[in-house]
């Protein structure tokens, strides 16, 4: 079972549901006649983007990104790469992205240059959670969810090699998961 590897949970679905009626009621003022472009980046983001997209009484697409970044484990190169790309042509659209975290900031600072190059009339952030400890990257989130801790959090589309993403919380890992691998 998921449960039981878990230490302490952080944030309970109860939280996450109370905090995207918040964020939905604020998007759904901010973006009340853009029809904005919605990028989920996959595959982190996909819980959190089910949710919030269902506060926003707006119209809006959706469409998904896949990235990962790569280099040595200890010290990142900051190279990121497109494993799916948009199907949206973005130039003069709003966007708004969903990520699940922002940790270092690598990810979301490649994709906001990228489609500013690609010419998108605007770029903006909604991230469940924002790790600010480990922002190596300046960029910030317009809206969050929460803050976390420096610690390893699993949960809600967050995933420790690739597994824990279906639970329905943001929760600690005990140390002896990871550690013995
Ligand atoms: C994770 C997370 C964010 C990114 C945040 O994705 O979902 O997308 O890392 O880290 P950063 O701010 O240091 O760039 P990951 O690349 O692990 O892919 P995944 O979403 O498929 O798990
Ligand atoms: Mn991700
Ligand atoms: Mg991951």
Redesign the pocket.
Known sequence: MLAKDIEKILITREDIQKRCVELGAQLTTDYADNNPLVVG?????VPFMADIVREIDAHLELDFMDV??YGNQTVSSGEVKIIKDLDTNVEGRDLLIV??????????GYLVDLFKYRKAKSVKIVTLLDKPE?RVVDIHADYVGFDVPNEFVVGY???YAEAYRNLPYVGVLKPEIYQSN
Do not use: H, Q
Not at 41 to 45: M, P, R, S, T
């Open positions: 980046i996959l595959k982190g983001a990962s970044s990520e699940d975290i922002i940790d270092s900031g690598r990810t979301l480990g589309g967050l995933d």
